[in-house]
């Protein structure tokens, strides 16, 4: 496609059911990274994938997120067990990610996961 | 640790008029990225300009334009003769030049009064 596409768009489920919300990055693009936005807050970092390397996990808030990129392509984002604090707008992006390209550092955004949890 | 302040929540201006959104970032590094981005009502975030560290002339995009004080740490946005189309939530990020993850801002909320 010509963007980044995530799905679901929304996504309602009950606390302690498991989630997986995917992410489809541009072709090509080596970087990929999973935000979380909550109501009225800045976007937090959760994960970055780069290429073949080990991904940051470092924003992981706990032990119940994971993520995987398989193929160096598709991303999915998996939250177990959620709680009412996971609810909030899951943003995917992707970038060339080449530093020293001309566009190193242009992140392009999908238009988000908005998952409630009830 | 790296932090990005956007201390204005909320902003308003008047069709046609220039407006600048303020942004500082704390950083202990001397190569790294700056971007403003912009987040309509839709949620897809959209790249409005991006600045090197290492180049002292300011970025500029059509009506966007920045005024970037490395020693100050500060990033302002300046949109000249605002339009409707740019009501929207507008993000200010910083990224080591390593490229491992964006650090926003809290962003600001700009309306566009017809």
């Known amino acids: 496609g010509a963007g980044v596409s995530q799905s679901p768009s929304n996504k309602v489920t009950e606390k302690g059911k498991d989630v997986e919300l995917r992410c489809d990055p541009i072709?090509?693009?080596?970087?990929l990274y999973w935000y979380r936005q909550s109501l009225g807050q800045g976007l937090e970092f959760l994960i970055y994938?780069?290429?073949?390397?080990?991904?940051?996990k470092s924003g992981l808030p706990s032990d119940r997120f994971s993520a995987e990129r398989t193929g160096g392509s598709v991303s999915t984002l998996t939250i177990q067990r959620t709680q009412q604090e996971d609810s909030a707008v899951y943003l995917c992006a992707s970038s060339l990610g080449g530093e020293g390209d001309r566009t190193y550092g242009e992140a392009f955004f999908g238009q988000g996961t908005r998952l409630t949890v009830v | 640790a790296q932090t990005v302040t956007q201390s204005q929540p909320e902003m308003s201006v008047q069709e046609a008029e220039t407006v600048t959104l303020s942004c500082t970032y704390d950083t202990s590094e001397n190569n790294y990225y700056l971007f403003w981005y912009k987040q309509p009502p839709s949620r897809q975030m959209i790249l409005v300009i991006r600045?090197?560290?290492?180049?002292?002339q300011n970025a500029t995009e059509n009506r966007f334009s920045v005024n970037f004080q490395k020693a100050a740490k500060s990033f302002s946005l300046k949109i000249s003769d605002s339009q409707l189309g740019d009501t929207a939530m507008y993000f200010c990020?910083?990224?080591?030049?390593?490229?491992?993850?964006?650090?926003f801002g809290t962003g600001t909320s700009l309306t566009v009064i017809p």
């Open positions: 990020a910083f990224m080591r030049n390593t490229g491992n993850q964006f650090y």
């Open positions: 072709s090509g693009h080596t970087a």
């Open positions: 994938f780069q290429g073949n390397s080990a991904p940051d």
């Open positions: 600045q090197e560290a290492y180049k002292q």
